[in-house]
């Protein structure tokens, strides 16, 4: 009987120890947002921990939901310190039950990058340009869902896998990869600067040499 007593006790004591969490949700945040946020949430007062779950539609680029139970005023203002010197205009939500439900002072952390994955399109025919050398510019890259196919300089064609993952698009070549930061840059043309979507590749592999060029597409309209 008195073991049960002690017990009951130890689990109490603990329970009341526990610090509320921040639970972190990102979506579309590139590499360097990514360090940067943990950087800073690793000098907030709080423990905090990322999770893979999609972020509510209804949600705003930086929201912070809690309940009204438990509110801890200087660990939110921390929070929201955190979002703003990230360039994002905080919001707070009060949830409920039937929508992700916080209590106890437990804190939701919402943070979505200007491009989401899931609305991002990859242009089918995209073609090489500011390669590392000059005879893989102007090559031919068409992306579908399985692949995107290169036609090589001697004709011949290959499809590797990629993904557009953290604000870059990635591509697979056997046990290596090339990635690309996004950018939407003016082009000149001979009928003057057109928009562009463009993918300046961000490494210097040894091989294949063909994807060490970034590669673009060019809009006339």
């Known amino acids: 009987m008195k073991n049960g007593i002690l017990v009951g006790l130890l689990l109490v004591l603990l329970s009341a120890c526990q610090q509320p969490t921040v639970y972190v949700y990102t979506e579309a945040l590139t590499v360097k947002q990514k360090q940067q946020l943990t950087e800073k949430l690793q000098n907030q007062t709080l423990p905090f921990q990322f999770n893979d779950l999609p972020i509510p539609k209804e949600f705003l680029a930086a929201t912070l939901a809690l309940s009204k139970d438990k509110l801890r005023i200087a660990e939110i203002e921390q929070l929201a310190n955190i979002m703003q010197a990230m360039g994002y205009q905080p919001q707070i939500n009060y949830v409920s039950v039937a929508n992700h439900h916080y209590s106890n002072g437990n804190i ?114």
Not at 122 to 129: I, S
Not at 142 to 167: C, H, M, R
Not at 175 to 187: A, D, E, G
């Open 108 to 221: 939701g952390f919402y943070l979505r990058g200007e491009q989401t994955e899931r609305h991002f399109k990859m242009p089918k025919l995209m073609r090489t340009t500011a390669c590392s050398k000059d005879k893989y510019n102007d090559l031919q890259a068409i992306f579908s869902p399985k692949g995107v196919d290169f036609t090589l300089p001697n004709g011949t064609g290959t499809q590797l896998a990629w993904e557009y993952s953290e604000g870059y698009l990635v591509i697979y070549y056997q046990s290596t990869s090339q990635s690309y930061t996004h950018t939407t840059p003016l082009v000149s043309t001979p009928f003057g600067e057109k928009p562009s979507d463009t993918f300046a590749y961000n490494a210097q592999l040894e091989k294949p040499e063909w994807l060490n060029c970034s590669l673009q597409i060019v809009y006339m309209d």
